[in-house]
Structures are given as structure tokens and as C-alpha cells.
């Protein structure tokens, strides 16, 4: 599997996260870049997930059957691809909300280009997810965005 798929924000890797893709305010999704795309990629998924909530891995995002190409600000909603239920149990974006008194905590973001669209059933979560894309990866990257409450 080649990890030379190249996605970026309107902030960079290991940045902090600006308040509004937060429940500190609009808890919108923020654009996603994606280069590098291999030219035979039929669709993408993207899982973010929060590995320092406090009760274990938070999973803020879970999506697939994206359309070849960027990932619009404040998409997540709008039936343009697959979503699903996250730790919120809502099945669209929840962005970063960590307790006010915890430390900073790292957002990952990981993309993965796949060689077709993804027939499964609305009701998935992240490790179903995972394994249902396993041999449909054709390239991966991840993000990390940290974001604190204070």
C-alpha cells in the first residue's frame, strides 16, 4: 500500500484547530485538500477520532463513499456521501469538545483512497468500517490537529 495520498486544511499538521469547527462554535467541518489522489480511486472515507478523550478513543467522524476529490467546509449533512454514527451518537461531524479541564488533545484525520464505492448498510461504526475498506485501499494519509478548551 503507497502513503502518498497529501491531504491538508486551512491549518497544518499538528496545528491547533480554530474554535469554530468546535462545539465552542459552529461545530462545522473544516475543508479538507486532498493530492495525490491515484488516478483509478473510485471513492474515499475519512474516520476522525480522539485518542485522549478521557473514557478511550473518541470517534468524532465516519464517512465514506466521498466523491473523488476536496471535502467542502461544513459538508457533513448534506447527503453528498455516507456518514454514520460517532462517539456522539450522531451521524454527522462532531467536532473537537473536550472536557474544559483536561490537556490538549490530538484530533486525527485519516483519508483513505479506495478502488471503488463501498456498498454497506447506513448502520457502521469505525472498526466495521475499517474492515470493510481493507483490501479497497489504494493510499492513506492522516492529520493530526490538536485543540484545547480553556
Given at each position: 500500500?503507497?502513503?502518498?495520498?497529501?491531504?491538508t486544511?486551512?491549518?497544518?499538521?499538528?496545528?491547533?484547530?480554530?474554535?469554530?469547527?468546535?462545539?465552542?462554535?459552529?461545530?462545522i467541518?473544516?475543508e479538507i485538500r486532498?493530492?495525490?489522489?491515484p488516478?483509478?480511486t473510485?471513492?474515499?472515507?475519512?474516520?476522525m477520532?480522539?485518542?485522549d478523550?478521557?473514557?478511550?478513543t473518541f470517534?468524532?467522524?465516519v464517512?465514506?463513499n466521498?466523491?473523488?476529490?476536496n471535502?467542502p467546509?461544513a459538508?457533513?449533512g448534506?447527503?453528498?456521501?455516507?456518514e454514520?454514527i460517532?462517539?456522539s451518537?450522531k451521524?454527522?461531524y462532531s467536532?473537537?469538545?473536550?472536557?474544559?479541564?483536561?490537556w490538549?488533545?490530538?484530533?486525527?484525520f485519516?483519508?483513505?483512497?479506495?478502488?471503488?464505492?463501498?456498498?454497506?448498510?447506513?448502520?457502521i461504526?469505525k472498526?466495521?468500517?475499517?474492515k470493510?475498506?481493507?483490501r479497497h485501499?489504494?493510499?492513506?494519509?492522516?492529520?493530526?490537529w490538536l485543540?484545547?478548551?480553556?
Amino acid at each position: 500500500m503507497k502513503n502518498n495520498l497529501i491531504i491538508t486544511s486551512v491549518f497544518e499538521d499538528n496545528a491547533f484547530i480554530p474554535a469554530l469547527y468546535s462545539c465552542q462554535w459552529k461545530n462545522i467541518n473544516p475543508e479538507i485538500r486532498i493530492w495525490n489522489i491515484p488516478d483509478w480511486t473510485e471513492s474515499l472515507a475519512l474516520i476522525m477520532d480522539d485518542p485522549d478523550a478521557p473514557m478511550g478513543t473518541f470517534v468524532h467522524w465516519v464517512v465514506w463513499n466521498i466523491p473523488v476529490g476536496n471535502i467542502p467546509e461544513a459538508s457533513s449533512g448534506s447527503w453528498e456521501y455516507r456518514e454514520w454514527i460517532n462517539s456522539s451518537w450522531k451521524s454527522f461531524y462532531s467536532g473537537p469538545c473536550p472536557p474544559v479541564w483536561h490537556w490538549v488533545h490530538h484530533y486525527h484525520f485519516k483519508v483513505f483512497a479506495l478502488d471503488s464505492i463501498i456498498v454497506l448498510n447506513q448502520k457502521i461504526d469505525k472498526e466495521r468500517l475499517l474492515k470493510e475498506i481493507g483490501r479497497h485501499i489504494l493510499s492513506e494519509w492522516e492529520l493530526v490537529w490538536l485543540f484545547e478548551r480553556k
